[in-house]
């Protein structure tokens, strides 16, 4: 083998190339072969300090971020906790070795979350679940599982449904990996056997999911990074109904563009507003943020806590009389008198910087909308339960909707039935364009009204709604001509029935 390099210019920059060759075949090269650097990992139990030593030369970013970070410094970071974990619970497997060695010295070493067990370390390939953070982190892991925390469903079927939805039941299983996946995997898991069949990931409350890393990137934990809206882009930008784009396109996301790399992020959220640090909110401010009429702000890991609208998808619940638009407005208003104390707790929070008629009548407007598109979504499933009445649809929409595991079972705010990814039938167009409308531009919709994105409330969310509701009647009526000439029945009109009675 030889080892070549080629320096060449590629529009002004230069570009290093280093090409690893096999022996010479005749006349021509053989397939470059790739190079693996083997390393005898070590079995069974180890000693702390052989993890440092052997990660330096393995893992060297790695070990620098744990030892920058807050909890890889040198001494006892916080005395309370430190006295705390001694007397509560602590992770499942091997609890009293891992408190032992926090004990000894007050020190937070690798095997206090990893296990000091090399061999069942590489099984699970390193990951630890929420329970270990939970051990010394007891009050936010108790706000983040009991308390709803990042899922507005019971975080275990999420994944499932996601899996389950049509757009990605041909898509080969690489693609979701890297894709879908990486993003479901924050609260569920990706492929069988999911995560690992460690016996610390069961029982947690968020069965195999990442969990804590989603948000404090391991191995720095770095609370001021989760602060930040970037933060939250992996999950929540791109896609038909990017949160994150909408903040950004706001006058919040404006303002923190423009002037948020001045703020002291280190400073916790309550304390940062206090010193007025923050010219705008952040995602973390409105969505982690508890505030009482005349108390002072508080952190809390319930982010759905003040949700009303959950992921939106309403208009695909309901059924019966409540999928008429008269029924519909009724079960909308009951939904937001029922929720009117989640209400009261965003405005407070909003009191920060504007005033309370200002924040309420901003959030009414946007649940106008809501309804306003909603609406639309409604007349849309009209007309699919029309063909399908006359037998040129299989489903109804209810059953369409029903047979993707698209959205929750019911018709409250988080209810949920188990949903089972399998073999997914051909949508037909109509029924394709439909999904697609009520699940990616509905939502999208929404999300920007209450995200403060005027673009994404008409062009990327109203705009598009409305135009896919004509795409849908205009389907209707070749369908319904198609038949006509078909079966030579006479009186067909091919009328769109485009509204709910």
């Known amino acids: 083998m030889m080892v070549k390099q080629k320096r060449r210019s590629s529009r002004g920059s230069s570009l290093l190339r ?58 006892i970071q916080n005395q309370a906790v430190y006295d705390e974990v001694k007397k509560q619970r602590a992770p499942k497997e091997k609890t009293e070795r891992r408190k032992a060695f926090l004990v000894r010295n007050g020190q937070i070493s690798c095997v206090l979350c990893h296990g000091d067990n090399h061999t069942t370390i590489t099984q699970t390939r390193g990951r630890v679940a929420n329970a270990v953070c939970g051990g010394c982190h007891d009050t ?12 507005v469903d019971p975080p275990e079927e999420s994944w499932k449904r996601a899996l389950a939805a049509p757009e990605f039941s041909p898509v080969p299983p690489a693609v979701r990996q890297l894709s879908r996946d990486v993003i479901y ?6 492929a069988p056997p999911y995560f690992d069949p460690d016996p610390e990931f069961e029982g947690t409350g968020r069965i195999h999911r990442n969990g804590c890393i989603s948000c404090h990137t391991r191995h720095s934990f770095d609370v001021a990074e989760a602060r930040k809206p970037e ?17 950004l396109e706001s006058k919040h996301g404006s303002i923190y ?13 309550p304390v940062a507003l206090a010193k007025k640090e923050y010219e705008a909110p952040s995602c973390a401010t409105c969505h982690m943020l508890q505030a009482e009429r005349y108390g002072d702000l508080k952190t809390t890991h319930r982010m759905t806590a003040k949700t009303i609208w959950s992921r939106g998808l309403q208009p695909l619940v309901v059924e019966g009389d409540k999928a008429t638009e008269a029924g519909y407005k009724a079960f909308f208003q009951q939904l937001r008198q029922q929720s009117e104390a989640k209400r009261k707790e965003m405005i407070l929070v909003c009191r920060n910087c504007h005033s309370e008629k200002f924040a309420g009548d901003y959030l009414n407007a946007a649940d106008e909308v809501k309804l306003a598109s909603d609406l639309l979504v409604l007349r849309a499933r009209s007309i699919l339960d029309g063909l399908s009445r006359d037998g040129l649809l299989e489903s109804s929409s209810a059953a369409l909707i ?4 698209t959205v929750p079972a019911g018709t409250e705010a988080g209810a949920s039935t188990p949903a089972t990814p399998g073999t997914l039938a051909p949508l037909a167009a109509i029924e394709r364009a ?14 920007s009204a209450f995200h403060g994105s005027p673009g994404g409330v008409y062009w ?42």
């Open 18 to 75: 280093v090409a690893l060759l096999a022996a010479w075949a005749g006349p021509e090269l053989a397939a470059p072969q790739s190079i693996v650097v083997e390393i005898k990992e070590p079995d069974g139990v180890q000693e702390p300090e052989q993890c440092v030593k052997c990660h330096q030369k393995v893992n060297p970013n790695l070990v620098a971020a744990f030892q920058a970070s807050t909890m890889g410094r040198s001494g």
């Open 434 to 447: 439909f999904l697609e409308m009520a699940r990616r531009d509905n939502v999208r919709t929404a999300l």
């Open 140 to 151: 936010i892991d108790q706000e983040y599982e009991k308390g709803g925390g990042h899922s």
């Open 231 to 247: 933060g939250c882009q992996t999950c929540h930008a791109r896609g038909g109904n990017s949160v994150f784009d909408s903040y």
């Open 460 to 501: 990327e969310g109203y705009a598009r709604v409305e135009k896919a509701l004509e795409h849908i009647r205009g389907v209707e009526k070749e369908m319904r001509q198609t038949l006509s000439k078909t079966a030579g029945v006479s009186g067909a009109t091919g009328t769109p029935r485009g509204s709910p009675k």
């Open 257 to 269: 563009m423009a002037a948020g790399s001045r703020w002291n992020w280190d400073l916790r959220m």
């Open 185 to 190: 995997s924050q609260q569920g898991a990706t």
């Open 402 to 405: 029903r047979r993707y595991q």
